[in-house]
């Protein structure tokens, strides 16, 4: 399985960007936004169910970024609304297949196994 991202790049406090990642695979999958600074660990951002109901966000983020899958695909897009020079970060999209339900607060610790490249995020 290979997650392909995409958006980015920089912005001033308060503005907006979009990330989107797609997964070359049909199976379904949780899937979630990681961030990680430099110096810091891995921290993660957001999380969606496998069929897009139910969502989870760091409370950092929370009423300023949404995450939000294609009906039907393994594609998914994090919006995000007031940025603010803390979330500076690489981002990176993550999946773990799984037809087992679990609900959106356990989407954080989910074992991921796949990973995509990354895509640089940056705030001033």
């Known amino acids: 399985v290979q997650l392909v991202e995409s958006g980015g790049g920089s912005a001033q406090a308060g503005g907006s960007l979009n990330l989107s990642c797609s997964a070359s695979?049909?199976?379904?999958?949780?899937m979630a936004w990681f961030r990680q600074a430099p110096g810091q660990k891995r921290e993660a951002v957001a999380a969606?169910?496998?069929?897009?109901?139910?969502?989870m966000y760091r409370d950092s983020v929370k009423g300023r970024f949404t995450i939000s899958r294609e009906s039907g695909k393994n594609t998914v897009h994090l919006q995000m609304n007031s940025l603010k020079p803390e979330d500076t970060a690489m981002y990176y999209c993550a999946a773990y297949p799984s037809s087992i339900y679990r609900s959106a607060s356990t989407c954080f610790t989910l074992p991921y196994n796949y990973w995509g490249q990354g895509t640089q995020v940056t705030v001033s």
């Open positions: 695979a049909y199976a379904l999958m949780y």
């Open positions: 969606i169910t496998t069929g897009g109901s139910s969502t």
